[in-house]
Nanobody, 123 residues
């Protein structure tokens, strides 16, 4: 499975961005998808995840109420709408394809990773 993340960019604090993750395989719509991020000098951290059918979503506490994850199974696309962005949201954002169908926060439960898209929030 190949994943393509896009939609990153430079935005001012308080602004919004919408990230997209597109999968190369139709069958990937049966798996959960997660978004993670990694800032320079820090470990990769969980951001949000969605189950195979979109019924379950999980968010990191630091993004709850600001970020929304959704998926379009027909288009093999998972989106991350990010509102009220803060400078501390600056990071390289990765989407990942889960080994199972759930919305997991655990990195080790994701088998395939995209190349990342840079999000930079200026103050």
């Amino acid at each position: 499975v190949q994943l393509q993340a896009s939609g990153g960019g430079l935005v001012q604090a308080g602004g919004s961005l919408r990230l997209s993750c597109t999968s190369s395989r139709r069958t990937s719509s049966n798996n959960g998808v997660g978004w993670f991020r990694q800032a320079p000098g820090k470990e990769r951290e969980f951001v949000a995840a969605i189950s195979w059918n979109g019924d379950d979503t999980t968010y990191a506490d630091i993004v709850k109420g600001r970020f929304t994850i959704s998926r379009d199974r027909a288009k093999n696309t998972v989106s991350l709408q990010m509102n009220s962005l803060k400078p501390e949201d600056t990071a390289l954002y990765y989407c990942a394809h889960g080994r199972g169908s759930g919305a997991s926060m655990r990195k080790e439960l994701y088998a395939y990773w995209g190349q990342g898209t840079q999000v930079t929030v200026s103050s």
